[in-house]
Structure formats: structure tokens, C-alpha cells
């Protein structure tokens, strides 16, 4: 039987300009549901997987506030990526029937999601994420139990990090090491017990066991190596999207899960000193849904469609 997938995604302001291209790709991930939680209106043809949940960014935070014993005021919507650990638990009245819940982003493109998580993987993992070293916050499935849900009180001083007026990103590492993090390896940080190296790893292999940490490549721009080995703007920069799949112009046989857009439209994260391409462009896209079917190309120069 397939395995129900439920996405979260708290989004408040202004809807992104590809938001038609990005719904058209969930669309096409029919058997996975996307529960937004947004003051927008997106439009009245969206998919039938997505389900729209009206509220305020203010009243959102009142929501959230109701499974906190502290006040958490985030300044800004972007502050709530902090929140993703805690997904589980505070909206688990929706997720009653999901066998999986998790988060995403809307700066992406997604390709074919159940052709990289097929049932037999979800039967077999418990968490599945699109970077090898940690759990990753544009794209993240995990098991809806109740140990999952409450594994947020696991992540180190996660009070103090959701009271942090700035985003601190417990989304990705914090989380990641509240499963992998053993009391062995903080005793030996802590107290510099020159505890093996081996020993700390074979550790931190067996609590990953079913944790699906795999590289899936979606970020470019990055100083973490590329399929071929290239760091931040040397990596792919240029990318189609045809029909629900999604490629680029370097790794042309392979098939990507999705595109994020992350370093083609902010400068924060590119490492190199290099600028997003997006950031001075008046207009991103120059397409429409209905030219996905035949491809469209995703550059530095926006979003347009695929020449032939």
C-alpha cells in the first residue's frame, strides 16, 4: 500500500513570482499532500493536494504558541524554518492517517519525488533527506510516530534557539543531531576524553540506520562539492524542467528531484562572493504552466521557455 506523505509549509506575505510554475510541479506530485499555512491567496485552480489553511502570520504564531510553555514572537515569517522540528507536533491534528510528514520550500521546482522515495524505501527509513550529511531544510519526509514528533526536545537548547530573534537553522543540523548525536561523543566533546574516532563513528553509523541520507544535488552554488567535484559558481547553472523532469545542462542523463533556487535569487548563501543572478532582475519569469509540458530552462537569466 502507498505510503501517505503530508508536506507543511507555513507561508506568509507575498506569494514568490514563479508560484504558478512551482504549483504545477506539486500538481504533478499528485499522491503527496502540501497543507499550506498562509494569509494568500494563491489563486482558485490549485491542485487538488494542496490544501490551503487561512490565517494570519499573527495568528499562526497564536496557533503555535498553544504547545509552548515559553512566548515564541518571531519577527519574521522566515524565522518560523525554525519551527520545522517541531511540524509534528504542533499540527499532528492534520496529520492523523499520514504515514509521513515533513517540510519544504517554495523556491523549488520539483521533479518526480515518489521516483527517488519509493515505497521500499519509505518501508525500510524512518527520515529522508536530500543531503548526505544532515536532515535538509528545503525537503524533509519523516515518520509520523509520536517518538518523531516529540524528537525536537532532543536538539540542544531548542528553547533558547526558538527564542533567538535570528534564524538559527535547527531545521538542519539541530535536529540532525539530536538523532545523531550520542552521549559518548558530547562526554568527549565536553570533557576531551580522546574517545576513538572509529568508535564515535561506528556510533553515529548505527543511529543513522534509518535515517536515508542521501545526496540528492538540488542546490547549486554551493561550497559543498558537486557530482563532479566543483565548488560554489563553477557548479551547473543552467537547468530544464520538462514534462515533471528536471535536469541541467552538466549532468544531462541525470534526473534531479528538485531544483532549489536558493543562490539563483539571494546572495547570503553563495560562499565565493559571487552575486545572485535574480537579485537585480525586474522580472524573474517569462513563461507560463503550460509551457512546462514542453520544457522550460531555469538560468541566470530567469525562467523561460526551452528553445528548441
Known amino acids: 500500500m502507498t505510503q501517505r506523505i503530508a508536506l507543511i509549509i507555513p507561508y506568509f506575505g507575498k506569494a514568490p513570482e514563479w508560484s504558478d510554475l512551482y504549483f504545477e510541479t506539486v500538481r504533478m506530485n499528485s499522491s503527496i499532500d502540501f497543507h499550506f499555512f498562509t494569509d494568500i491567496?494563491?489563486?482558485?485552480?490549485?491542485?487538488?493536494?494542496?490544501?490551503?489553511?487561512k490565517?494570519?502570520?499573527?495568528?499562526?504564531?497564536?496557533?503555535?504558541n498553544q504547545f509552548l510553555d515559553f512566548d515564541f514572537r518571531p519577527p519574521n515569517a522566515y524565522k518560523l524554518c525554525d519551527l520545522r522540528p517541531l511540524f509534528g507536533y504542533i499540527h499532528q491534528d492534520i496529520l492523523e492517517g499520514y504515514d509521513f510528514y515533513g517540510w519544504t520550500d517554495m523556491d523549488i521546482l520539483f521533479g518526480d519525488i515518489r521516483k527517488f522515495y519509493q515505497d521500499s524505501i519509505l518501508e525500510k527509513y524512518?527520515?529522508?533527506?536530500?543531503?548526505?550529511?544532515?536532515?535538509?531544510?528545503?525537503?524533509?519526509?519523516?515518520?509520523?510516530?509520536?517518538?518523531h514528533r516529540t524528537k525536537f526536545l532532543k536538539i540542544y537548547r531548542w528553547k533558547e534557539a526558538l527564542l533567538n530573534p535570528e534564524f538559527v537553522g535547527i531545521d538542519e543540523h539541530g535536529i540532525a543531531n539530536a538523532y545523531l548525536y550520542s552521549i559518548w561523543e558530547k562526554a568527549n566533546y565536553k570533557y576531551r576524553l580522546n574517545i576513538p574516532k572509529?568508535?564515535?563513528?561506528?556510533?553515529?553509523?548505527?543511529?543513522?540506520?534509518?535515517?536515508?541520507?542521501?545526496?540528492?544535488?538540488?542546490?547549486?552554488?554551493?561550497?559543498?562539492?558537486?557530482?563532479?567535484?566543483?565548488?560554489?559558481?563553477?557548479?551547473?547553472?543552467?537547468?530544464?524542467?520538462?514534462n515533471g523532469r528536471i535536469s541541467n545542462c552538466r549532468d544531462a542523463e541525470k534526473e534531479f528531484i528538485y531544483l532549489h533556487f536558493m543562490n539563483f535569487k539571494s546572495s547570503k548563501w553563495r560562499h565565493d562572493g559571487t552575486k545572485a543572478p535574480w537579485e537585480h532582475l525586474d522580472r524573474i519569469v517569462d513563461c507560463s504552466t503550460e509551457d512546462m509540458k514542453s520544457g522550460i530552462v531555469i538560468s541566470p537569466k530567469g525562467i523561460s521557455v526551452l528553445s528548441e
Open 41 to 53: 491567496h494563491f489563486g482558485d485552480s490549485l491542485p487538488h493536494n494542496v490544501h490551503i489553511h
Open 55 to 64: 490565517l494570519s502570520f499573527n495568528g499562526y504564531v497564536d496557533h503555535v
Open 126 to 147: 524512518d527520515i529522508l533527506s536530500t543531503h548526505a550529511h544532515t536532515i535538509s531544510g528545503h525537503l524533509a519526509i519523516i515518520r509520523n510516530t509520536h517518538y
Open 198 to 242: 572509529w568508535f564515535i563513528n561506528a556510533i553515529r553509523k548505527y543511529k543513522a540506520r534509518k535515517m536515508f541520507l542521501v545526496e540528492q544535488y538540488t542546490t547549486p552554488f554551493m561550497n559543498k562539492p558537486w557530482i563532479d567535484d566543483s565548488v560554489n559558481s563553477e557548479q551547473p547553472d543552467t537547468w530544464t524542467y520538462i
